[in-house]
C-alpha cells in the first residue's frame, strides 16, 4: 500500500507539529515542520480519496494540532502580506525565488490539511474558540478570490508571458495560491455551516453579523471563480487542475460550486444562526437574484436546494421574513491568533526588521546552499511518487469510462428507479447508490432518501 507518511511516522511527525512565530519562518527547525505538513497534507488526502481509515485526521484531533495549523496559516499570511513586500524592496529581482515559494506554499499545504479534517464533526468541535479565528480567515479568502477574478485573473492566467521577469512569476505564483487557498476556504466554510452546533456560539454569529456569509456565497456564485473560458473552451477547476470541460460535462456541477450553494443553504435554514441575520432590502435584493441560478440542470443534480430556491422566490415577492436588527448587548470573543502574532512581531522590532534579519534567507546568493535546499525540498514534495498516484488515478478514471460506455445499455436495464421500479440510468449525484428514471421521482423520494444519502 503506498503511503507518504507510515504508520510508524505518524506519531512523530504530528507530535512534531509546532506554533512558529513570523520571524521564525525560514529556520531550519521551520523547514523540519514544513515538510512534515507537506507529508501529512499528501497522507491525509491519500486516505480520504482511497476511502482509508483516516489515521492523520484522528491523530491531529487528539493531539488538539488544529488550533495550531490555524496559526500556521495566519503567520504565514502575515509574512507574506507585512515582511514579504520589504524583501522585494531590498532586492526587486531576487536570484532564486523557489524559498519564497515554498513559504507562499506551506500556507495552501496547511489549508488542504484542514480542509480534510474539517470535512468531519468530531474535527469542527476539536476546534473551539480557534473556530473564530478560522472564520476570519476563511471569510477574508474567499472575498480574495472574488477580488481576483474581478481583477481579470482568469484572463491573466491564460495569457501568461513567458518572458516574464523573475517578480513577475514570483507575483504569478502568489496569485495561484491565493486562488486555491480560497477555494479550498469554500469547503471549510461549508464544513462550519454544516456543523455550526459544534462551534462555539460566537463562532457562527460571527459567520453571519461580522462577514455576512450568506452574501459573500452570493457573490462567490455570481463570480464563479470555478470557470473560466480560454481559446481552448470552456475550463472548470476540477481536483486542483483546470480541465476542458464539453457536451454533458460542462453542465456538472462541480465540487465547489456545490458547496457554495450548500453553504448557503445551511445557513440560511439554521433558525438560531438567523435570529442574528437581519434580512434588509440589499440583504434581499443580493440573496434573491441568486434564484436564476437554480435552473432545472443544476436541481436534478443538487435536488435539495429546492427548498432554497422556494425560500429565495419568497424573499424576492415578499422582502424575506429574516432576523430582525437587535440593539441587546452581547459580549462577544474576539479573535486572537492573528493579533497574538503581530503582537509577538513588534516585539521583535516590526515587521521591516524581520525582514533584515532574513535576507539571507530568502535573497542568498549562494548556489551551493540554494541547491541543497531544492533537493531537501524536492524530496519532501515527493513529486514521482505524487506523479505515479496520478497516473494510477487516471488509468482507473479511463478504464471506468471504457466499461460503462461499453456496458451502457444493459446498465439502463440492471437498474431500477428506487421510487416507482421503472428502469433508470440517472444516479443521485451524493450516494451514487440509487438511480431514478426523473427529477419528480427523486424529489418524491427525497424524505426517505436523505437518511441514507452519505457523500462519497
Not at 137 to 153: E, N, R, T
Request: include cysteine; aromatic fraction near 8%; glycine fraction near 4%.
Amino acid at each position: 500500500m503506498v503511503n507518504f507518511v507510515y504508520p510508524e511516522e505518524l506519531t512523530y511527525f504530528v507530535e512534531s507539529i509546532r506554533p512558529f512565530r513570523i520571524i521564525d519562518i525560514g529556520s531550519p527547525k521551520w523547514f523540519d515542520v514544513h515538510e512534515m505538513i507537506i507529508k501529512l497534507s499528501q497522507q491525509a488526502t491519500l486516505e480520504a480519496v482511497e476511502h482509508r481509515e483516516e489515521e492523520v485526521k484522528e491523530m491531529l484531533i487528539a493531539n488538539d494540532k488544529l488550533k495550531i495549523l490555524i496559526q500556521e496559516a495566519f503567520c504565514v499570511f502575515l509574512w507574506k502580506t507585512r515582511v514579504l513586500p520589504h524583501l522585494l524592496d531590498i532586492d526587486p529581482n531576487p536570484e532564486a525565488t523557489f524559498v519564497i515559494y515554498t513559504v507562499l506554499y506551506h500556507e495552501g499545504a496547511v489549508m488542504s490539511l484542514l480542509d480534510v479534517a474539517l470535512y468531519h464533526e468530531s474535527a469542527c468541535q476539536a476546534l473551539q474558540d480557534s473556530a473564530i479565528d478560522l472564520v476570519d480567515y476563511c471569510a477574508q479568502a474567499v472575498a480574495q478570490v472574488i477580488g481576483l477574478v474581478s481583477m481579470g485573473h482568469h484572463e491573466n492566467e491564460t495569457n501568461l508571458d513567458v518572458d516574464a521577469s523573475t517578480l513577475s512569476e514570483l507575483e504569478r505564483q502568489k496569485r495561484d495560491l491565493i486562488y486555491k487557498i480560497g477555494l479550498r476556504c469554500i469547503s471549510i466554510l461549508n464544513y462550519l455551516a454544516d456543523n455550526v452546533n459544534a462551534l462555539p456560539l460566537n463562532a457562527g454569529r460571527r459567520m453571519v453579523v461580522t462577514h455576512d456569509v450568506p452574501w459573500l456565497m452570493a457573490d462567490l456564485l455570481n463570480f464563479r471563480p470555478w470557470q473560466r473560458r480560454t481559446k481552448k473552451g470552456l475550463e472548470k477547476y476540477i481536483d486542483d487542475k483546470w480541465i476542458v470541460v464539453k457536451g454533458e460535462e460542462a453542465s456538472k456541477v462541480i465540487k465547489h460550486e456545490a458547496q457554495a450553494w450548500f453553504c448557503m443553504r445551511q445557513i440560511l435554514f439554521n433558525n438560531k444562526l438567523m435570529q442574528n441575520y437581519e434580512i434588509n432590502e440589499e440583504r434581499r435584493k443580493r440573496l434573491a437574484a441568486c434564484q436564476c441560478l437554480l435552473h432545472e440542470c443544476l436541481l436534478d443534480q443538487l435536488p435539495p436546494l429546492m427548498n432554497l430556491k422556494q425560500l429565495l422566490c419568497n424573499l424576492s415577492l415578499s422582502g424575506g421574513s429574516g432576523g430582525s436588527a437587535r440593539n441587546n448587548l452581547f459580549l462577544e470573543e474576539v479573535p486572537e491568533i492573528r493579533e497574538r502574532l503581530i503582537g509577538e512581531t513588534e516585539k521583535s522590532g516590526g515587521f521591516i526588521e524581520i525582514a533584515k534579519q532574513q535576507e539571507n534567507i530568502f535573497l542568498c546568493k549562494d548556489k551551493q546552499k540554494i541547491a541543497e535546499i531544492a533537493k531537501r525540498l524536492n524530496a519532501a514534495y515527493n513529486t514521482d511518487l505524487l506523479a505515479e498516484l496520478e497516473q494510477k488515478v487516471e488509468e482507473t478514471e479511463k478504464e471506468s469510462a471504457f466499461h460503462h460506455d461499453g456496458d451502457k445499455s444493459n446498465e439502463v436495464k440492471d437498474h431500477k428507479c428506487g421510487n416507482c421500479l421503472a428502469e433508470a440510468e440517472k444516479k443521485c449525484s451524493q450516494c451514487k447508490s440509487i438511480y431514478y428514471c426523473s427529477r419528480k421521482c427523486q424529489l418524491d423520494d427525497w424524505p426517505n432518501h436523505k437518511r441514507n444519502c452519505v457523500k462519497v
